[in-house]
């Protein structure tokens, strides 16, 4: 009897680990899909995207992705490079700030280049209101800068 209570708790405790784990790799999984996740829905949801439109936005997501991943590699290096630069007290490193910008300036093109490929996707309503947002969305950041 005291052995079957054994290999009872064994058992759950084996179920409870085996349950936690697969909770954990999920939210990793989420979390690095997230973004995608969330242009899908925002695709699909907010301008009605079609299913074929979708795949189209999911191949187009995945290039740019990559083009983002390997540009985000260099703005890290950078970041590093520049908080060694402050920690050292060198705040006049130009080469270095215009390093920096110059990545952050193609992280920033990479991203306009994905949404124009997502315009091309779209019918014409949807590139009005893919039009409409871009336009409110330049007026609210205007208006916080001045």
Same mark, same amino acid.
Do not use: C, P
């Given at each position: 009897?005291?052995?079957?209570?054994?290999?009872?708790?064994?058992?759950?405790?084996?179920?409870?680990?085996?349950?936690?784990? %697969?909770?954990?790799?999920? !939210?990793?999984?989420? @979390? =690095?899909?997230?973004? #995608?996740? $969330?242009?899908?829905?925002?695709?699909? /949801?907010?301008?009605?995207?079609?299913?074929?439109?979708?795949?189209?936005?999911?191949?187009? %997501?995945?290039?740019?992705? !990559?083009?983002?991943? @390997? =540009?985000?590699?260099? #703005?890290? $290096?950078?970041?590093?490079?520049?908080? /060694?630069?402050?920690?050292?007290?060198?705040?006049?490193?130009?080469?270095?700030?215009?390093? %920096?910008?110059?990545?952050?300036?193609?992280?920033?093109?990479?991203?306009?280049?994905?949404?124009?490929?997502?315009?091309?996707?779209? /019918?014409?309503?949807?590139?009005?209101?893919?039009?409409?947002?871009?336009?409110?969305?330049?007026?609210?950041?205007?208006?916080?800068?001045?």
């Amino acid at each position: 009897m005291k052995n079957k209570l054994q290999y009872i708790i064994i058992f759950i405790l084996i179920i409870s680990n085996i349950f936690l784990a %697969y909770k954990v790799v999920n !939210k990793k999984n989420l @979390s =690095k899909n997230n973004e #995608f996740e $969330r242009e899908i829905f925002y695709l699909k /949801n907010r301008l009605g995207f079609d299913n074929n439109q979708l795949l189209e936005a999911k191949k187009e %997501y995945i290039r740019y992705s !990559k083009e983002k991943r @390997s =540009k985000e590699r260099k #703005f890290r $290096r950078l970041d590093l490079t520049v908080m /060694n630069d402050l920690s050292e007290n060198i705040d006049t490193n130009n080469i270095n700030k215009d390093k %920096y910008y110059e990545v952050a300036v193609t992280l920033n093109k990479a991203k306009m280049e994905h949404w124009v490929n997502i315009r091309k996707i779209s /019918n014409k309503e949807q590139i009005k209101k893919l039009d409409s947002i871009w336009l409110n969305m330049k007026k609210r950041i205007e208006s916080r800068s001045q």
